[in-house]
């Protein structure tokens, strides 16, 4: 249902509303679809047909191994208390994840996602042709609204089954759209028996299939654990399995991500916490590991622990067993320009463990050019309806730095131009004891924008002007010169509130919505290089190119600069101490070597144009 979410106090200026777009789906193209399509065509696959999603976290599209075709958008963000990692689910939004239809009447409930799986043997297996007494069922879990939009009565969730030689597909359950309470987190099951001679065929298929207001990511259904094999029964619910149910925090303590220059020890966490869940009926057993490489996928650290898990239907989630809080110990970690941490938590389970694919979770720790807390997706939108109406984001700076921008997911399909042509500015506030204080930065009004055809990125709004900034604590923000709806993306798997604050007039006041919102600040004035090459691309944008970045004991300096004379270079450390200074020689190899490793700022002055620092970083 299209409605806005308000917060626990009804008379709250912070509201949450369903997002009219897809942040994580556009990486699909014409190209890759065409080709998945062909493949489709000549798969076959036979019993069992099993698929929980539990690759949610690699992928936002459901497996080729077994679908044919789908709409849905495969996540770990949006079910609650999910069978295990994952769920597919069905709104409002194609599969490039914008709207089957903008402007579609609120009250409207229309054809939306499919799901549709490849033709299924059902006709035999080798000598043995399989018939009623084989007891084929299909089983699912389904959940309406979960971290989402709850589907209206007149929205419907739906099973079919095709019929080969008939060449139709029959409907064989449904569910309308209901309300759910607030208590209510609960999967049901369905199981659906194969009844009916005309479904013995070399190409069975069977389909999931919604309807909904097509206007946005609205009217929520999730499904898991889709599950048809042979020797069943009506009242099969059980599986012998243990599975990961959520990801595993960040190895970060205060943030999902951080930039490489910011980082120091004191950011690293002191444990992993997981959620496991044992789908069994009997208490179950289980090693759980992990290990950590680095970016040369060398390994690190690793860490393993024995426990028992107990049955999910008795005692919920296992939250005191010693998987689920899970100590780095003596690990630590020293970033650099191109760390990426993969960070793989396992489990081995007994060999009748029903399903081993979601006994592993792998995260990969980035260190960027930008802060974030939420977890790349959102699941809703969160705005202030008034204007003037200001958001600030509190980061604390642990070294000096320049702030390049900020960015931030705006939803501005949602009431078509009326958002697109709205204008926010860019704000930076210090901190006033616990609360955005007076203002250090305030930018021209600009609008809000989208990155069409983008996989997981949100656009960066950049600073009119790079704002050097001490270490510290600052709130990072915008203040609207509207009184529409900006919906920013918010994360409501990650849960920092306490950093989100906002003022329509009255005075700040902390977030009291659980989530995070994604208003994430860029850091460092630099800019990556473009596809021209990296010495012209510096000189052109900086006037002066240097290398090797990373350096060792040697660093190289170079500029089309005619007249040399007056030139100087300066080095700075990340605090704003000078730790190199001399005349500048065209060329000639700088000595180095008595600098530490870390990041640094390397200014040419005396050019005949205006330029900015380079990053440089140094690394033996």
């Given at each position: 249902m299209l409605s806005i979410i308000l917060t626990h106090n009804v008379n709250a200026q912070e509201h949450l509303v369903p997002l009219s777009a897809n942040l994580s789906l556009p990486v699909i193209t014409s190209k890759n679809m065409n080709a998945a399509k062909t493949a489709s065509v000549v798969a076959l696959d036979t019993l069992p047909f099993f698929d929980d999603f539990s690759y949610a976290y690699q992928s936002p599209y459901p497996t080729a191994k077994h679908w044919k075709d789908s709409s849905v958008y495969v996540n770990v963000g949006f079910g609650t208390a999910p069978k295990s990692l994952g769920v597919a689910t069905f709104d409002g939004l194609n599969k490039k994840g914008y709207p089957y239809w903008l402007t579609a009447p609120v009250s409207t409930s229309a054809p939306a996602d499919t799901l549709t799986s490849h033709p299924?043997?059902?006709?035999?297996?080798?000598?043995?042709?399989?018939?009623?007494?084989?007891?084929?069922?299909?089983?699912?879990?389904?959940?309406?609204?979960?971290?989402?939009?709850?589907?209206?009565?007149?929205?419907?969730?739906?099973?079919?089954?095709?019929?080969?030689?008939?060449?139709?597909?029959?409907?064989?359950?449904?569910?309308n759209g209901y309300h759910p309470t607030a208590s209510d987190t609960n999967f049901r099951i369905v199981i659906l028996p194969i009844n009916d001679t005309a479904y013995f065929d070399s190409i069975f298929q069977f389909r999931f299939r919604n309807r909904a207001t097509t206007s946005g990511s609205l009217d929520h259904w999730h499904i898991d654990y889709v599950y048809l094999n042979k020797g069943r029964t009506n009242v099969d619910t059980v599986s012998q399995d243990v599975a990961f149910a959520y990801m595993p925090t960040p190895i970060l303590k205060n943030y999902s991500k951080i930039p490489y220059s910011q980082y120091v020890s004191?950011?690293?966490?002191?444990?992993?916490?997981?959620?496991?869940?044992?789908?069994?009926?009997?208490?179950?057993?289980?090693?759980?590991?992990?290990?950590?490489?680095?970016?040369?996928?060398?390994?690190?650290?690793?860490?393993?622990?024995?426990?028992?898990?107990?049955?999910?239907?008795?005692?919920?989630?296992?939250?005191?067993?010693?998987?689920?809080?899970?100590?780095?110990?003596t690990y630590t970690l020293a970033p650099n320009v191109d760390s990426i941490l993969k960070i793989k938590h396992y489990i081995k389970t007994s060999s009748s463990d029903f399903n081993k694919a979601n006994d592993t979770v792998i995260q990969y720790q980035k260190f960027p050019n930008y802060y974030a807390y939420d977890d790349g997706t959102a699941e809703v939108g969160y705005y202030n309806n008034t204007y003037g109406a200001k958001m600030g984001v509190r980061y604390t700076l642990n070294n000096y730095d320049t702030l390049r921008g900020i960015n931030i997911y705006f939803d501005p399909i949602t009431q078509g131009g009326l958002i697109i042509n709205s204008t926010f500015r860019l704000m930076v506030w210090s901190d006033g004891g616990g609360i955005p204080g007076s203002v250090i930065y305030r930018d021209s009004a600009v609008k809000p924008?989208?990155?069409?055809?983008?996989?997981?990125?949100?656009?960066?709004?950049?600073?009119?002007?790079?704002?050097?900034?001490?270490?510290?604590?600052?709130?990072?923000?915008?203040?609207?010169?509207?009184?529409?709806?900006?919906?920013?993306?918010?994360?409501?798997?990650?849960?920092?509130?306490?950093?989100?604050?906002?003022?329509?007039?009255?005075?700040?006041?902390?977030?009291?919505?659980?989530?995070?919102?994604?208003?994430?600040?860029?850091?460092?004035?630099?800019?990556?290089?473009?596809?021209?090459?990296?010495?012209?691309?510096?000189?052109?944008?900086?006037?002066?190119?240097?290398?090797?970045?990373?350096?060792?004991?040697?660093?190289?300096?170079?500029?089309?600069?005619?007249s040399l004379d007056a030139m100087t270079l300066n080095i700075y450390s990340t605090l704003g101490q000078s730790v190199l200074s001399k005349p500048f020689n065209n060329a000639e190899p700088i000595d180095i070597s008595t600098l530490p490793d870390g990041v640094y700022f390397v200014y040419l002055n005396g050019l005949s144009k205006n330029t900015i620092p380079q990053k440089l970083i140094i690394s033996r």
């Open positions: 299924i043997n059902l006709e035999k297996l080798g000598a043995h042709s399989y018939n009623f007494a084989d007891s084929i069922y299909l089983s699912f879990y389904y959940q309406a609204m979960g971290n989402g939009d709850w589907p209206e009565p007149n929205d419907s969730l739906c099973v079919d089954f095709f019929k080969p030689n008939q060449k139709v597909w029959k409907e064989v359950w449904h569910k004191s950011e690293l966490g002191s444990s992993f916490y997981n959620v496991l869940r044992n789908n069994y009926k009997n208490t179950s057993n289980i090693t759980y590991y992990y290990d950590i490489y680095d970016h040369l996928n060398v390994l690190q650290h690793n860490y393993s622990a024995v426990d028992n898990i107990q049955p999910f239907q008795n005692s919920g989630y296992q939250t005191g067993i010693a998987q689920a809080n899970v100590s780095l110990g924008f989208y990155l069409q055809g983008k996989y997981d990125m949100m656009p960066t709004f950049k600073l009119t002007t790079c704002l050097p900034m001490n270490a510290g604590t600052y709130y990072f923000g915008i203040q609207q010169t509207t009184n529409q709806l900006l919906n920013i993306g918010f994360d409501k798997n990650t849960n920092h509130h306490d950093a989100l604050f906002y003022d329509i007039g009255s005075g700040w006041t902390q977030s009291s919505i659980p989530g995070s919102i994604m208003i994430n600040p860029v850091m460092g004035c630099y800019v990556p290089p473009t596809p021209i090459g990296l010495a012209e691309y510096h000189q052109q944008h900086f006037g002066f190119s240097l290398y090797p970045n990373p350096a060792q004991n040697t660093l190289t300096i170079h500029t089309s600069e005619l």
